[in-house]
């Protein structure tokens, strides 16, 4: 394995996602919208999961606008979902584009920054839900999608606090350990047995609706805007970290 592969060195080649089909879940705002363009952009034929039909609907004329291939929208509430639904998307992916090569596991909940002694309990299972199990639920609907490409790559989002946790992050922080682990447990069981690669990334801070949720008082125009913070994905999510599996890395620092 390479043990030198960084990246944030990374500059995507044009056409460096030609051929290819890549889930971005999230891909409405904030950095997986970001991605998903720099996707399209970069070849990429995107597939846009997110809960607001809406915002997926501007991505996708945005991707249209750069002449890149058209992208498909995949409604989904990751709180919601069931069997069914995740059955269903499978199958329009499978009919469509017959493999999937990339899944970008971006969407997540905040929940609240509150000490664990007063979290509520609902709250705290819908962000574990969102975050951990539905990514779980997903990867495990799509992997015989992922199985049929010749070098596919799964990539979770963790945090901060999913490395060294902070007082009153609460579920959030709890989740994306959680994520950590899923990363750690599904990579060398992958390994030997299909081309599939797992790994991490952890965006840094990053200026999008989220972090403002989270710093309501910062000075916003000081952070990196999504769009800056792209490369490090497509690293993560295309030819450039090929062999690379069950690994950590910052998208920024
Ligand atoms: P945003 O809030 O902008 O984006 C989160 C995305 O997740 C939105 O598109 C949202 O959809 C989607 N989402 C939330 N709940 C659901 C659901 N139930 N079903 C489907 N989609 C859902 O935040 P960021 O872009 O900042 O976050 C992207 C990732 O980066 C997250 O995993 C976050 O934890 C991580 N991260 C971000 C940092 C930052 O500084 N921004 C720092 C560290 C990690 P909708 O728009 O419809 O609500």
């Given amino acids: 394995m390479n043990?030198?592969?960084?990246?944030?060195?990374?500059?995507?080649?044009?056409?460096?996602?030609?051929?290819?089909?890549?889930?971005?879940?999230?891909?409405?705002?904030?950095?997986g919208r970001a991605v998903a363009l720099s996707l399209a952009q970069a070849g990429a034929q995107v597939i846009l999961l997110g809960r607001t039909v809406k915002k997926l609907e501007a991505v996708h004329a945005e991707i249209g606008k750069l002449g890149a291939p058209e992208a498909s929208i995949v409604p989904l509430d990751l709180e919601k979902a069931l069997a069914a639904d995740y059955e269903a998307v499978a199958a329009a992916i499978e009919q469509r584009y017959g493999r999937?090569?990339?899944?970008?596991?971006?969407?997540?909940?905040?929940?609240?920054?509150?000490?664990?002694?007063?979290?509520?309990?609902?709250?705290?299972?819908?962000v574990m839900h969102v975050n951990v199990t539905a990514a779980f639920v997903l990867t495990q609907y799509l992997l015989p999608l992922l199985k049929k490409s010749g070098d596919?790559?799964?990539?979770?989002t963790s945090s901060g606090v999913g490395a060294r946790g902070r007082a009153y992050w609460g579920a959030y922080s709890v989740s994306k350990f959680a994520l950590?682990?899923?990363?750690?447990?599904?990579?060398?069981?992958l390994e030997s047995t299909s081309n599939v690669r797992v790994n991490i990334i952890d965006p840094g801070k990053v200026r999008t609706a989220m972090r403002r949720a989270a710093y309501p008082?910062?000075?916003?125009?000081?952070l990196p805007t999504p769009e800056s913070l792209t490369a490090p994905y497509l690293a993560l999510l295309g030819p450039a970290s090929k062999g690379i599996t069950g690994q950590r890395f910052l998208a920024q620092g």
């Fill in 3 to 31: 043990t030198n592969f960084d990246p944030r060195r990374h500059a995507p080649a044009p056409q460096e996602f030609a051929g290819r089909v890549v889930m971005v879940t999230g891909a409405g705002s904030g950095i």
């Fill in 152 to 156: 596919a790559a799964v990539l979770f």
């Fill in 217 to 222: 008082s910062e000075d916003q125009q000081t």
């Fill in 180 to 189: 950590e682990g899923l990363t750690q447990v599904l990579a060398p069981e």
């Fill in 100 to 126: 999937l090569d990339g899944l970008l596991h971006n969407a997540a909940l905040l929940g609240t920054l509150t000490p664990i002694e007063q979290y509520e309990v609902p709250l705290f299972m819908r």
